[in-house]
């Protein structure tokens, strides 16, 4: 287990397992667990791909793992959907051997992550936009949260996020815009 992983497990490994999906989601959710809003100056803004953060927590080598360094930090600020959070919490379990990490560690990991990250509410579908139907709610939180950068290592299948404001960008290519 990387020390990404580690520090996001120590910020909040002391809630409580949750029964259900459902109440797993309105437990995170609820402003006890999430920070709603963050006004800082300096502050940067992003929805990470569920790829970047499988990445980072696979490795600590790339700019997926800086990444996720700069969000316990405090220096990125992730954006999240109900949506996304059961793609990161599914993904996750189903590669937590490979990742090192037991089930309950994954459950930290996204508690911890959950009480650095601003949540949208999806008012509007754009769907079908996206030549992966399965990455239309990324498209869909980005522009929720008006029109903020989407960080991930498949750039080819968001061509059409452009059309929204929205820029698509590699975590290496992130990471140098923000040192």
Known sequence: MNEVANQLLESDGS???RASKVTLAKKRFDKRYCIQYRSFM??????IDTNVLYA???????????????????QVTPLLSTTLLFEYEEVLKRGHRSLGLSVQDVEDVLDGLCS???????HFLWRPQLSDPKDDHILELAVAAGSVDIVTHNVKDFKLAISFGVRIVKPSDYLGELK
């Open 42 to 47: 300096n502050q940067h803004r992003a929805v």
């Open 116 to 122: 650095r990250a601003e949540f949208r509410k999806i």
């Open 15 to 17: 809630h409580a397992r």
């Open 56 to 74: 980072g927590l696979y490795s600590a080598t790339g700019a997926s793992y800086q990444i996720l360094r700069m969000i316990e930090r405090g």
